[in-house]
């Protein structure tokens, strides 16, 4: 499971209304929770399903799935029902839609206003079906596919226009009693993305979902999203994620877990302290880190494991550590909660390291 109680965390959360996507509570000081999006047609029940299955697996919390067309709507039902985590519908273009996937049992509906025609004239009767159905919302406002009367006003997709589009959607629901929302102004460049949370921060207390979109293949995703979120989650802002790659969406989820996890929002499961290495390492760095992280893979305590090049700074950050080596000579000093446990030939250094994590892990049990 998912540890509820954060580390040590970067700031006080900013103060936000709580909703509940499906059992996951977002805002209101729940935990930040990690989300992302199948890329399977989801008419394709099985392959849909499946995604979830590997989705839930690496930890994702929040599964969103596109609805482009009446057999993805007509899909709707049955995979909100197997799915092992609450299934967002993602809805761009028909209204019709939102009320299938609001009938369907999904756990929440994204809608982008911008994209839907006569988006206005509908809300009441989205609301009402909401509300009935106790199925929240997202204002998903998005740079591409800003509101055109927005466009005009202010030349381009600033944060103020994003920030205005969304609490203008956010009004329309709201004259409706409506408030069950949670809003997202996704950019793909972080310093307009960033600009554009603040200001909605600023201005709101609808719980955030955060996203840099289009984010790009994984180096450059990953680092956008790493950076665009540090920023905001370091002043307490944001409370659901989800990292955008043009990569499987498992490795979202992965990025989204660290991203968290170095942040402190999140307890950290396995850490590896790791050296970069220099001219003074006796040992090969890079392969012992590897490794180590190979052989530990898909443990599930938090342990933190120091793999160190040397004797300058190994034992000190070994010590630190639940665990670690620090090489020299050939050989590996094993430490253990700070104490030296023995020292061991190069060779044998990955496995005892594995050997002492599994006692430690039967501890902390
Ligand atoms: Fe270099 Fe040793 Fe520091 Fe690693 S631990 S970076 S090898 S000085």
Request: hydrophobic residues 40%; contains cysteine.
């Amino acid at each position: 499971g998912v540890p509820e109680v954060p580390a040590r965390p970067v700031a006080p959360r900013r103060v936000s209304r709580q909703i509940h996507v499906g059992p996951v509570a977002v805002g209101g000081g729940a935990p930040v929770s990690v989300q992302s999006m199948t890329t399977t047609r989801t008419s394709d029940i099985g392959a849909t399903l499946q995604q979830i299955a590997e989705l839930t697996a690496s930890g994702c919390q929040i599964v969103r799935v596109a609805c482009p067309t009446q057999d993805d709507a007509d899909a709707l039902a049955t995979i909100a029902r197997k799915s092992q985590i609450p299934v967002i519908a993602d809805i761009h273009f028909q209204p019709k839609y939102v009320f299938a996937a609001i009938e369907a049992g999904c756990a929440a509906v994204r809608v982008n206003p911008g994209n839907i025609k006569k988006f206005d004239d509908q809300v009441k009767e989205i609301a009402r079906a909401a509300r009935d159905h106790g199925t929240p919302v997202r204002i998903g406002v998005n740079a591409g596919s800003l509101d055109r009367r927005l466009l005009q006003k202010y030349g381009k997709a600033t944060p103020e226009a994003l920030v205005e589009s969304a609490l203008w959607e956010a009004s329309l629901f709201e004259e409706h009693d409506f408030r069950d929302l949670k809003i997202s102004v996704k950019h793909n460049d972080p310093v307009v993305m960033i600009e554009a949370y603040r200001q909605l921060a600023e201005s709101c207390d609808y719980p955030l979902h955060l996203g840099v979109t289009e984010a790009g293949p994984a180096f450059q995703g990953t680092i956008k999203s790493a950076v665009a979120f540090g920023a905001l989650l370091s002043r307490g802002i944001g409370d659901t994620i989800r990292v955008s790659l043009s990569a499987p969406p498992a490795e979202e989820v992965k990025v989204g877990i660290q991203i968290l996890e170095s942040l402190g929002l999140r307890q950290r499961r396995l850490e590896i302290v790791s050296c970069p290495s220099c001219g003074r390492a006796q040992v090969d760095v890079y392969k012992l880190a590897d490794e180590v992280t190979a052989g530990l893979d898909g443990m599930d305590v938090p342990l933190r494991v120091a793999v160190m090049g040397c004797v300058v700074n190994g034992p000190g950050e070994a010590r630190e550590a639940d665990l670690g080596v620090a090489s020299g000579n050939g050989k590996g000093q094993i430490f253990v909660k700070g104490e030296v446990v023995k020292t061991v030939p190069e060779s044998r250094i990955v496995e005892t390291l594995i050997e002492e994590a599994m006692k430690l892990a039967e501890q902390m049990k």
